[in-house]
């Protein structure tokens, strides 16, 4: 097997498939990880304990060197080994009690679609003619299932498996508890092989060899060259068009367009000032700025010195007040606080929010929505 760290990874497939120069060009860029990044590998470990729990397999519980842990980690990984364990017990009842195998963490050669590349599944299920792969999300961004890495996964378990057993259909399935998406689809084996020939392995050479086009899309906020990227900049100042346009001339269109960009804009602005503060702070010199320190707010030093002088003056400094919901949340645990307080909670309605025709949430009929004028005529 190749070693631990492909080069071309099943978890970046979705930036270097569409975008493959990209590959290359995140080479020159270190891999800085992140909190999320930490918190999705130990969530990971815990799944994997959990279900080997389940399903009666050695397994060694990692919580106590788990830094992320909490009640609401325990919470999702409980609900993902759940999950398996009832996708196992349906796989027994489609085969008329036959005893499914289960794979759990199964390392995959992809090196026939992807050179030099590897992969691990979180969990692989064959039964008779069906091969199922699972991939937990701990994160909150969503995915489908038509995501690039977990077909990377149904292709390298159907090469693993395929000499082993009669597979001519491929379910994939995405399980992400924390916003509550379960995503799932099946092909047939020719499907898969199709698209891993004709899409896969096209890129993916490609993306070794750090040739193609560069693309822009959402991959890009996965990608560690996205501060220094020309073909991301120019897409995202291409904006800049309407710099000159009073916004009363702008078309429909043009509106939507700007309302379609703004949060990539936004995100990839900041990442090129953190990006640009950090090479400063090395010592780096972009012209016209230099570094200064920040304006910061004042704290207390002792709070207890504070508060025996301010009762001195005859006042109370403190404030006393309950905890806030999502303390108390993790005070109680999600499913006690719910059962606890659920009657004595309310959500008042939210402020309406401009957002994709593609977001899940009800549209707002006109007579719901009250609008507050951010300017008047008036001087008052």
Same mark, same amino acid.
């Given at each position: 097997?190749?070693?631990?760290? @492909?080069?071309?990874?099943?978890?970046?497939?979705?930036?270097?498939?569409?975008?493959?120069?990209?590959?290359?060009?995140?080479?020159?860029?270190?891999?800085?990880?992140?909190?999320?990044?930490?918190?999705?590998?130990?969530?990971?470990?815990?799944?994997?304990?959990?279900?080997?729990?389940?399903?009666?397999?050695?397994?060694?519980?990692?919580?106590?060197?788990?830094?992320?842990?909490?009640?609401?980690?325990?919470?999702?990984?409980?609900?993902?080994?759940?999950?398996?364990?009832?996708?196992?017990?349906?796989?027994?009842?489609?085969?008329?009690?036959?005893?499914?195998?289960?794979?759990?963490?199964?390392?995959?050669?992809?090196?026939?679609?992807?050179?030099?590349?590897?992969?691990?599944?979180?969990?692989?299920?064959?039964?008779?003619?069906?091969?199922?792969?699972?991939?937990?999300?701990?994160?909150?961004?969503?995915?489908t299932a038509q995501s690039?890495?977990?077909?990377?996964?149904?292709?390298?378990?159907?090469?693993?498996?395929?000499?082993?057993?009669?597979?001519?259909?491929?379910?994939?399935?995405?399980?992400?508890?924390?916003?509550?998406?379960?995503?799932?689809?099946?092909?047939?084996?020719?499907?898969?092989?199709?698209?891993?020939?004709?899409e896969l392995a096209p890129?993916?050479?490609?993306?070794?060899?750090?040739?193609? @086009?560069?693309?822009?899309?959402?991959?890009?906020?996965?990608?560690?060259?996205?501060?220094?990227?020309?073909?991301?900049?120019?897409?995202?100042?291409?904006?800049?068009?309407?710099?000159?346009?009073?916004?009363?001339?702008?078309?429909?269109? !043009?509106?939507? !367009?700007?309302?379609?960009? @703004?949060?990539?804009?936004?995100?990839?602005?900041?990442?090129?000032?953190?990006?640009?503060?950090?090479?400063?702070?090395?010592?780096?010199?972009?012209?016209?700025?230099?570094?200064?320190?920040?304006?910061?707010?004042?704290?207390?030093?002792?709070?207890?010195?504070?508060?025996?002088?301010?009762?001195?003056?005859?006042?109370d400094p403190w404030d006393?007040?309950?905890?806030?919901?999502?303390?108390?949340?993790?005070?109680?645990?999600?499913?006690?606080?719910?059962?606890?307080?659920?009657?004595?909670?309310?959500?008042?309605?939210?402020?309406?929010?401009?957002?994709?025709?593609?977001?899940?949430?009800?549209?707002?009929?006109? @007579?719901?929505?009250?609008?507050?004028?951010?300017?008047?005529?008036?001087?008052?």
């Amino acid at each position: 097997m190749p070693g631990n760290h @492909a080069f071309l990874s099943p978890s970046s497939a979705v930036r270097w498939l569409f975008c493959p120069p990209s590959a290359r060009l995140c080479e020159q860029f270190p891999d800085q990880g992140s909190i999320y990044a930490s918190e999705g590998t130990e969530a990971h470990a815990l799944c994997e304990h959990l279900l080997k729990e389940m399903l009666g397999l050695p397994t060694v519980d990692p919580r106590l060197s788990m830094q992320y842990y909490d009640g609401e980690m325990e919470e999702c990984c409980q609900a993902y080994a759940q999950f398996i364990c009832e996708k196992v017990e349906a796989h027994r009842r489609e085969a008329n009690g036959a005893e499914p195998y289960v794979f759990v963490e199964q390392g995959l050669d992809l090196r026939k679609y992807i050179p030099e590349s590897m992969g691990t599944a979180d969990c692989v299920i064959v039964s008779g003619e069906t091969i199922e792969v699972i991939d937990f999300k701990y994160g909150k961004h969503p995915v489908t299932a038509q995501s690039p890495q977990i077909r990377i996964y149904a292709i390298g378990a159907y090469e693993m498996f395929s000499p082993l057993y009669p597979i001519s259909r491929v379910r994939m399935g995405i399980f992400q508890p924390r916003i509550a998406n379960v995503a799932e689809m099946e092909l047939s084996v020719e499907e898969l092989l199709s698209w891993g020939e004709n899409e896969l392995a096209p890129r993916a050479r490609e993306a070794f060899d750090g040739v193609g @086009a560069f693309a822009c899309g959402d991959w890009c906020r996965i990608c560690r060259a996205r501060q220094k990227c020309r073909a991301l900049a120019d897409y995202q100042l291409a904006i800049e068009q309407y710099e000159m346009k009073d916004p009363a001339l702008l078309s429909d269109a !043009e509106i939507a !367009e700007i309302l379609s960009r @703004a949060d990539d804009l936004v995100s990839w602005v900041n990442a090129v000032k953190e990006f640009a503060l950090q090479e400063a702070l090395s010592g780096h010199q972009f012209p016209g700025f230099k570094v200064v320190e920040g304006r910061a707010n004042r704290k207390y030093i002792d709070e207890d010195a504070v508060a025996a002088r301010v009762k001195a003056e005859g006042k109370d400094p403190w404030d006393q007040s309950i905890k806030g919901i999502t303390a108390m949340q993790k005070l109680l645990g999600k499913k006690h606080f719910e059962e606890l307080l659920s009657d004595l909670l309310s959500r008042p309605e939210g402020k309406p929010t401009l957002v994709p025709v593609t977001d899940k949430r009800p549209e707002l009929t006109p @007579a719901r929505v009250v609008f507050t004028p951010v300017d008047s005529d008036s001087d008052t």
